[in-house]
């Protein structure tokens, strides 16, 4: 895979986590597919729609997929226990090599951030697992903002934690959500493939 930077006068960079640093989209999808058969999904769970919700916050996706398949949740426990799911199936987390070697490139020379749909401790676990968490003194999760991607909150906090003016930021995004968020911050965007295999 090859990433595709625009020119521009930028000053600092921020990452989405899972599907751009870190190739765990496949592995949410299997936790979510598993959380909601046991409150009663009895079908697949749509690939398509698991992946336009990228970078959507963790506990908004519970409810929103709940209420797609008409399944009467409790969005919180949903939440909670696909988590759980995820986080055993760590071991099979690997890093995306061109995303990681070009944070690897700025780090010390500009700010670095991540700015992630998903809950603060699994985000940082994740991070500290692949040994990324070095890189980013900047962690904003939904937890730190009102509104969630596609809402601009995040970045447009990343950015101030950076001490870096919006327009100055570069985003490296996988879904849709996050790009929304990119676009309304005013700032660039590099998309990075979650979906299929990565040279």
Request: hydrophobic share 45%.
């Amino acid at each position: 895979m090859q990433l595709d930077i625009p020119a521009g006068d930028f000053a600092g960079y921020i990452f989405d986590c899972d599907g751009t640093l870190v190739d765990t989209m496949p592995l949410h999808y299997r936790a979510w597919d598993e959380a909601l058969r046991r409150v009663g999904l009895r079908e697949p769970l749509s690939e398509d729609l698991f992946y336009s919700l990228g970078g959507v916050p963790t506990l908004r996706v519970a409810s929103l997929l709940g209420r797609h398949y008409g399944l009467a949740l409790d969005p919180e426990r949903v939440f909670h226990e696909k988590e759980s799911l995820f986080l055993e199936m760590q071991d099979e987390m690997e890093v995306i090599g061109p995303v990681v070697d070009f944070a690897r490139q700025w780090h010390g020379k500009a700010p670095l951030s991540v700015a992630s749909g998903g809950p603060r401790p699994v985000v940082r676990h994740t991070l500290e697992l692949m040994g990324l968490a070095s890189l980013f003194p900047v962690l904003v999760t939904p937890e730190d903002v009102a509104h969630g991607k596609p809402a601009p909150d995040m970045f447009l906090l990343a950015a101030r934690r950076m001490g870096v003016a919006p327009e100055r930021c570069l985003v490296f995004e996988d879904a849709e959500p996050g790009i929304q968020a990119a676009e309304a911050a005013g700032m660039r965007w590099v998309h990075v493939p979650s979906r299929g295999r990565r040279a």
